[in-house]
């Protein structure tokens, strides 16, 4: 295609002598006609725009090999990804409740407070057994966790454990930095609209309800956990004491060093608080809630059968027309089910190589051949 | 004596159907003797094309129309006492247009006010950019009336030079002035201005898409830091490079085919038509650049099950691609590739990872954590082979067109400029093949060749004896039919420096070499 170009094998053509190149470098002051101070240019390549460059040209040689290749290229990885995609499991139920055959329809107009809570059960078959890990995620429609008021509306360093920002969180929180006069820890929107449902997986075999077990560690990515997220520091390891002078959040049930029994999994350090903590960029979204663990290669994680979902709705989403569901999912190397990649590259690979054989077909029956002779003068 | 050096520099030739001497004294007769002039070229005209009834006064756009069609070559020389009386306001219109007919304009024993009035009067009334260059303090008005202002230092001191935007210490550098520098000139800078606006609109729009899933709330899609480096670090330095270096054809094919001079004069490289065809662009990348990590993050997870569809990641996958496509696509633009345009375009690539993982590393966030809130990021999603896939998508289908568009025009209405560049290119490679064969043979002779080989009107030039090497100012008038301004005004201003300095040691530096 292209070649390495150089500018200083072309000045052998050149006839002119002394004068005429150097002080081709005709803008700015010219050369004096005196011999004491010359104010020639420097007769250096860069300043003669002299450079040694490679000057590349599209040429059919080039280009429509390119479009062949990468057509090629991308369509067998698009098979690739869309034939692993069809492949992964995934089951998904919407409990909001809006239809009123629904179960959870009795808790459609909950409010986040009430106590007991709200419980519903919604049973449900799997057609096809689920091999490997599973996933147990929440989603959210309609929750627009990307809004701006609300994506700076938190305190990174009250959340990583500084004690200053405990006992005074950052103006960004407004207003859901203090309640009566005590500061909020955590502050600020995001921390306020935790989710809190409870889901619970039961396996129905011939009327025995046994329960799934859900492993709530390692939900959350191992920086937010380890990095960004720490608990406040101080003498012993009672958290109750590390906290106090704050309140718990508005719209929270009980306060943030109550979250969960283990110390590892409790204060700002609790993961289902890390994945929500997380916001999401679009207004429908799906977080991590809970994982199933394969017992042992001969069975597979979970059974084609029936099954029963155990909700505890404390989180009303009805006000805004938010929707709730839960997913259940086996997992690729390339994450979750999502078809949307696989077609697109095959639609472009595709796309690419039709184009090629289009540019071909033109090029071959009115492309120019470029000769001297075209060129008029 | 005017006419004589007028002669001697080829601005006049014995080819020349007639030549107007201009030399009334009064109104009246500078008048009668344009009108004259006119009718005359008129008369000529109208022999060969149809016939108009004779002694009509003609509007002035009626006038022009016609005189544009003249056949045959005038010249028109004219004193100063008549150039008095022409410059009146009302012959002034006449006077311009007569002289506009005219291949060459000498206008002798002038006053400094009177050149710049001269240029004032082409600048009024011609849309076009007029050039005038002088060497001597009677000629700063001049310089400063014109556009483009040249000064020559030498003789006369440097009264020139100081009023002038450029200068130079002879006049044959004027061809290298227009005809290389300032091409390239006009070149890289339309071409800077197209990527410019391109790769703002690209950036910039993404928001707009982003609004309408965001609530329209004015939510950023990148990180505060990337929206305040773009611009300054990871695009800023490859695009100066493509400014200050690219070169379409090298200097002696520039200088070869003046013809390459005319997108210059047409504004064919930036004009409106350019501008929206940038800016459909910079849309069209925007658009892809936000649904397709949309679609991809839809429904998207880590490949251990945890979430991938945040905020965080989703700015980074969008940022990490745009870059890397406003990057091709400076790279598709560089015609001209030095080393400085390969270090700034590979060192800006590398820079953005680099200040993008340091940005997201523990130790910047244990310092101030609510400024760097990314911690982790780009360690966490760059690792996800989804997004890479994402950014390799979103990479090929903004490119692809533009590549096809591209290969398209150069394949089927390639350029005189695409025509040369291909030639050198073949050349090149002929020239490495043959290079121990080949003896170098006479210097001249290749360009004399090319010269001579496509013009039937040299040969009789060569024929009737004439001088053998010509300027390359009948050569540029040959290749470019339709009259230039710029050649006009160039030989008027060097008719009148030619008689206001009065040496004719400055002659035997106008026979250019081809």
């Given amino acids: ?377 | 004596t005017a006419v004589n050096i007028g002669y001697s520099c080829k601005m006049l030739t014995d080819d020349m159907t007639e030549v107007f001497v201009v030399t009334g004294h009064t109104v009246l007769e500078v008048r009668e003797e344009l009108r004259k002039a006119r009718e005359k070229m008129m008369d000529a005209s109208r022999s060969v094309g149809n016939g108009f009834s004779s002694k009509e006064k003609l509007s002035s756009s009626k006038l022009t129309s016609v005189l544009e069609a003249i056949a045959g070559e005038y010249a028109l020389v004219i004193n100063g006492h008549s150039l008095a009386h022409a410059l009146e306001a009302d012959m002034e219109v006449e006077f311009l247009e007569t002289a506009c007919a005219c291949k060459a304009v000498i206008c002798c024993r002038v006053t400094p006010l009177q050149k710049a009035q001269v240029v004032e009067l082409v600048k009024k009334y011609k849309k076009g950019v007029t050039l005038a260059i002088g060497d001597g303090a009677n000629d700063v008005n001049m310089i400063k009336t014109a556009h483009i202002g040249v000064g020559i230092s030498g003789q006369e001191g440097i009264q020139a030079v100081l009023a002038s935007d450029y200068s130079f210490s002879q006049f044959k550098f004027l061809q290298r002035l227009l005809l290389v520098h300032g091409r390239w000139s006009y070149l890289r800078m339309c071409k800077f201005l197209c990527y410019f606006f391109y790769k703002n609109f690209a950036f910039t729009m993404v928001h707009f898409w982003f609004g309408f899933f965001c609530g329209f709330s004015a939510q950023t899609v990148y990180d505060q830091y990337f929206i305040t480096l773009y611009n300054i670090v990871y695009t800023s330095l490859p695009v100066l490079a493509m400014g200050v270096f690219d070169q379409d054809v090298p200097e002696q094919r520039s200088m070869e085919y003046p013809k390459l001079y005319e997108p210059g004069q047409l504004n064919l490289l930036f004009n409106k038509r350019e501008f929206f065809i940038c800016i459909a662009q910079g849309i069209y990348t925007s658009v892809l650049m936000f649904f397709i990590p949309y679609g991809v993050f839809a429904d998207a997870t880590r490949d251990d099950g945890a979430q991938l569809a945040d905020y965080q990641s989703f700015a980074v996958t969008v940022a990490t691609s745009l870059v890397i496509v406003v990057s091709v696509q400076i790279g598709l633009d560089t015609g001209f590739w030095t080393a400085i345009n390969h270090f700034f375009i590979w060192g800006s690539l590398a820079a953005y990872f680099a200040i993008l993982f340091t940005m997201h590393s523990d130790g910047l966030f244990r310092m101030f954590p609510n400024q760097f809130r990314f911690v982790g990021n780009a360690q966490n999603t760059l690792a996800q082979p989804t997004v890479w896939l994402t950014i390799a998508l979103t990479t090929v289908v903004c490119i692809m067109p533009v590549v096809a568009f591209r290969f398209l025009k150069l394949d089927l209405k390639p350029e005189l400029s695409d025509t040369v560049r291909y030639t050198q290119l073949v050349r090149k490679k002929q020239k490495t093949q043959h290079r121990c064969v080949r003896r170098t043979g006479r210097v001249g002779s290749r360009r004399s060749g090319y010269a001579f080989s496509h013009q039937e009107g040299f040969g009789e030039l060569i024929m009737s004896g004439k001088n053998m090497r010509l300027s390359s100012l009948a050569l540029s008038s040959f290749a470019s039919r339709p009259s230039t301004s710029w050649i006009e005004t160039l030989w008027k201003k060097k008719g009148s420096e030619g008689s206001g300095a009065g040496s004719p040691s400055g002659t035997a530096d106008k026979t250019l070499k081809v």
């Fill in chain 1, 1 to 377: 295609m292209a070649v390495n170009y150089s500018a200083k094998e072309e000045a052998d053509g050149h006839p002119s002598g002394g004068v005429g190149v150097p002080g081709g470098g005709a803008v700015g002051s010219g050369g004096g006609g005196g011999a004491v101070k010359t104010r020639k240019p420097d007769n250096t390549a860069f300043k003669q725009q002299r450079l040694p460059a490679w000057q590349p040209i599209l040429t059919a040689g080039t280009v429509l090999p390119a479009f062949f290749i990468i057509g090629l290229i991308f369509i067998p990885i698009g098979i690739g990804i869309f034939v692993t995609s069809n492949n992964i499991r995934e089951y998904e139920i919407d409990y909001t409740g809006t239809e009123p055959s629904s179960p959870c329809n009795k808790c459609l107009n909950v409010s986040w407070d009430s106590t007991p809570p709200c419980t519903c059960t919604i049973n449900f078959t799997l057609e096809h057994a689920f091999e490997s890990n599973v996933f147990m995620y929440y989603g959210l429609s309609n929750f627009y966790q990307n809004h701006r008021r609300y994506v700076k509306s938190r305190d990174d360093s009250q959340l990583n454990g500084d004690n200053s920002s405990l006992l005074n969180p950052s103006k960004e929180c407004e207003p859901y930095r203090t309640n009566e006069d005590k500061p909020i820890a955590p502050c600020g929107a995001i921390a306020n609209s935790m989710f809190n449902d409870t889901l619970e997986l039961y396996r129905i075999d011939n009327d025995t309800r046994t329960p799934i077990t859900l492993i709530k560690k390692g939900i959350a990515w191992w920086t937010d956990k380890n990095v960004k997220f720490r608990n406040p520091t101080g003498d012993g390891n009672n958290l109750t004491a590390l906290f106090q002078g704050t309140t718990k959040p508005v719209n929270w049930p009980k306060p943030v060093y109550m979250l969960d029994s283990e110390p590892d999994n409790n204060g700002f350090i609790n993961e289902d608080f890390i994945v929500w903590m997380r916001t999401a960029a679009l207004p429908t979204f799906r977080k991590l809630y809970r994982l199933i663990e394969r017992k042992n290669n001969l069975q597979p994680t979970l059974q084609a059968g029936n099954y029963s979902l155990d909700i505890a709705y404390n989180y009303p989403v009805h006000s805004f027309d938010g929707r709730k569901r839960m997913i259940l999912s086996t997992i690729s190397w390339m994450g979750g089910k999502n078809p949307f990649l696989g077609i697109a590259y095959i639609t472009v690979g595709s796309i690419c190589f039709f184009l090629g054989v289009v540019l071909l077909i033109i090029h071959h029956k009115y492309g120019n051949r470029n000769t001297s002779a075209d060129i008029p003068n």
